[in-house]
């Protein structure tokens, strides 16, 4: 086959949503990019199996910056009943879900409410969230690629992530199975800016085998 016809396949795969042409070739279009709604119908297993590893993370009268999304979510719900911690969020739906926990206190980080993933986004949600120092971030992404690190489809959302990531002594990537070798168009964070990556993923995955040999420190539900 020629590179022509290899390109016009790409492009025209591309045109149907059906791949992500990147420099050098062509990667997987992130399931995770649809809507909150859309998304709560995928991996719901997985995304309860990588919850209950985070949650496992977060120690008595920690801060811990939580990211928005489904899995942030299912962390919320996770928690132990009796752990007593700060909970700093941009997302409306994990600070509901933890309304009934008495002993977490909850900031919400105000500014510009992104409907898409029901998360505050805009530079009044980074200033409120550079005013905390945090000892765990929490953070969600639709892509995690050996080559181009950690993504999310929006420039915004990513910014945000980014900075909850720099205010946290620590930071955590939770990745279900489908986001590994998945790209999104904006990066986050490259790969070995993350401490460690929490997926229910395969050990034995080639593409998890890849992050493993790009740097990427990832530990699994299933081990």
């Known amino acids: 086959m020629s590179e022509d016809s290899i390109r016009r396949d790409l492009r025209d795969l591309a045109a149907e949503g059906r791949c992500r042409k990147v420099y050098g070739g062509a990667v997987r279009v992130p399931l995770a990019e649809g809507d909150l709604t859309a998304r709560r119908a995928i991996a719901p297993d997985g995304k309860a199996a990588v919850a209950r590893l985070a949650a496992g993370l977060i120690a008595e009268g920690a801060v811990v910056m939580l990211d928005g999304g489904t899995t942030a979510h299912e962390v919320a719900r996770a928690l132990p009943a009796d752990l007593a911690c700060t909970i700093v969020t941009p997302s409306p739906t994990v600070a509901v879900a933890l309304a009934d926990r008495r002993r977490v206190e909850v900031r919400l980080l105000g500014g510009l409410l992104f409907r898409h993933s029901m998360v505050t986004v805009g530079a009044e949600t980074a200033e409120a969230a550079r005013r ?92």
């Open 132 to 223: 905390v120092r945090a000892d765990l971030a929490l953070i969600g992404v639709t892509g995690v690629h050996a080559d181009h690190g950690l993504t999310t489809g929006d420039a915004e959302d990513a910014a945000i992530k980014r900075v909850l990531a720099e205010q946290s002594a620590e930071t955590v990537v939770l990745a279900t199975a489908e986001k590994l070798g998945a790209v999104s168009p904006h990066q986050v964070l490259a790969l070995p800016d993350a401490d460690l990556i929490l997926t229910d993923g395969s050990p034995e995955d080639p593409v998890a085998r890849e992050l493993v040999r790009a740097g990427a420190s990832l530990r699994f539900a299933s081990a």
